[in-house]
């Protein structure tokens, strides 16, 4: 069965700071997606990046990054100029499309301090 | 247009109660999803209906019965409520088939006294 870790539930970062959420999952699929969302106080899930697990290259998202590495299975996401708005919960979730199911870690409430 | 409507967005009810819960997304996805968040913001998947067919039952109560009248609605009838049912559960859709991202509705957060 599929796990998703997210080992720090909460994080603080200084305004205009970089910060680094930690995801790690297990599978004994190889082909896979990952996925950060954001949920706001407002509650809603955004999508904030997503990589496909084929594909070599960290993706990007304007200030948003991520560090995947397949072989530690892990998929950490940067955040770069911390803003207030990044204020929120952040889940990181995977699927594959053998399951139709997206699994979610536990998430990490990051602060973004003034 | 909202792509992935869920109602209501606040429900409040007693213990013992029926309540539905309806969902509608005009993506043109083949699938839907149901989820609970709980006060610890866990997301666990409850059901996931692909073209109307029921794909994902997870260990949920059986007071718990989903509908998919057609691919664009999932609705979640909450029989006998509990309190520990309150939690907010979210409806959801992806394209299926591919890597499409997971789309939410807003939630409808429900609490049981």
């Known amino acids: 069965a599929q796990t998703v870790t997210q080992s720090q539930p909460e994080m603080s970062v200084q305004e205009a700071e970089t910060v680094t959420l930690s995801c790690t999952y297990d599978?004994?699929?190889?082909?896979?997606?990952l996925f950060w969302y954001k949920q706001p106080p407002s509650r809603q899930m955004i999508l904030v990046i997503r990589?496909?697990?084929?594909?070599?290259q960290n993706a990007t998202e304007n200030r948003f990054s991520v560090n995947f590495q397949k072989a530690a299975k892990s998929f950490s996401l940067k955040i770069s100029d911390s803003q207030l708005g990044d204020a929120a919960m952040y889940f990181c979730?995977?699927?594959?499309?053998?399951?139709?199911?997206?699994?979610f870690g536990t998430g990490t409430r990051l602060k973004v301090l003034a | 247009d909202t792509a992935v409507s869920q109602t209501p967005k606040y429900l409040v009810t007693q213990m013992g109660n029926d309540k539905s819960i309806k969902c509608e997304q005009n993506?043109?996805?083949?699938?839907m999803y149901w989820y609970k968040q709980d006060s610890k913001k866990f997301l666990k998947i409850m059901f996931s209906?692909?073209?109307?067919?029921?794909?994902i039952n997870e260990t949920v109560p059986n007071r718990f019965s989903p509908k998919s009248p057609d691919k664009a609605h999932l609705n979640l009838h909450i029989n006998s409520l509990e309190l520990g049912d309150s939690a907010v559960y979210f409806c959801?859709?992806?394209?299926?088939?591919?890597?499409?991202?997971?789309?939410f509705g807003s939630g409808t957060q429900l609490s049981v006294l």
């Open positions: 599978t004994s699929e190889s082909d896979y997606y």
């Open positions: 979730a995977f699927y594959t499309s053998g399951t139709y199911k997206y699994i």
């Open positions: 993506l043109g996805h083949d699938t």
């Open positions: 209906y692909n073209n109307k067919e029921l794909i």
């Open positions: 959801a859709s992806s394209p299926g088939t591919g890597i499409g991202k997971l789309f």
């Open positions: 990589q496909e697990a084929y594909k070599q």
